[in-house]
């Protein structure tokens, strides 16, 4: 029996999944810079009065946390391998077989 490979993706799905991933880069981009001109605004804020407690610390953390979340989204490996896939089917026919 001879085994068939999965029919590729067209040039308009691969087309539009790089248009997809332009475009989350793009946002993330714009994303890192205004995470960077935001707190830097905020740290010179700080510095002008006074340079006490060191309160950007939590803007800084807290939209950081939501940064990290943008790039895991945008640079993470969305497109599982075949092998990945036919280790997952093995695994449901085990547990419904």
Known sequence: MQ??????????ELREKALQLL?????LRAHVL?????NAFLVGIWAVTGA???W???PIMGWGIGLAFN????????IPT????RREMEAIRRREG
């Not at 075949?82 to 896939?85: F, H, I, K, R, Y």
Request: charged fraction near 30%; hydrophobic fraction near 35%; charge should be negative.
């Open 34 to 38: 205004a995470y960077v001109l935001v």
């Open 23 to 27: 475009r989350k880069k793009s946002d």
């Open 52 to 54: 006490g407690f060191f």
């Open 3 to 12: 085994t068939q490979t999965p029919q590729l993706d067209t040039d308009d």
């Open 56 to 58: 950007p610390v939590f």
């Open 82 to 85: 075949e092998e990945q896939v």
């Open 71 to 78: 790039v895991w989204d945008v640079y993470r490996r969305a």
